[in-house]
């Protein structure tokens, strides 16, 4: 498994999403889940360790969390959040009047600057949740799930819950394609050149959602 270097873990995670990775002891003990899978992967996290890390008591994290996967899980949640949230304002810092090209182009930037920003962090939102099994896997999917229906509000075309309806088959093409792509990357070790794809990715998928 990929080690940390240097630069990654002077990220202040506090930028990912506000009050999520603050200094309180819910926001230290998040920091150090994220520093601790970042050195070993989740298999080799211990709850010691986090709290070794976070300078947080049992008692404390007990009453903050039911056990070691719950708090994964609610890193999980706040990293995924942070960078749907960073696409949902830059879609709304568009002109209304912009076309899916430009709305698409303005989340998918968002969303792989968001990465970028907090290397550990994203590795652990789309390799080391496989780690956790299911649980983390749904969370994932739901995430994966929200940004596709960000997307299909763009195209004017909301889910129709019919099984049959094709109209979120082109935003859940193009989501799956840049998931899988991002995440090699990430596995990769490139998770800070991210931001330099969104161009090339842009063009690669827009025409599915032009031309659904």
Known sequence: MAVATEADKQVD?????????????????????????????????????????A??????????FEDLDACFLATLDAGLESALDRAEAAIAACDPSADIGSTFGAAL????????????????????????????????????QRFVELIERQLGEPRTGDPGATGGLAAEMVVGGVYEVVQHKVRGGETRQLPGLADELGQLWLPALRHR
Do not use: N
């Open 109 to 144: 930037r968002a969303v792989l600057e968001a990465a970028a920003a907090s290397p550990d962090l994203t590795r652990l939102c789309l390799v080391d949740a496989a780690d956790l099994g299911a649980p983390a896997l749904e969370r994932r999917q739901l995430g994966l």
């Open 55 to 64: 300078r947080v008591g049992w008692s404390e994290f007990i009453g903050l």
């Open 13 to 53: 995670l506090r930028s990912v999403r506000p009050g999520a990775f603050d200094d309180s002891p819910r926001g230290r003990v998040l920091t150090a889940m994220v520093e601790v899978v970042a050195h070993g992967g989740y298999r080799e996290t211990t709850v010691d360790r986090v709290l070794e890390r």
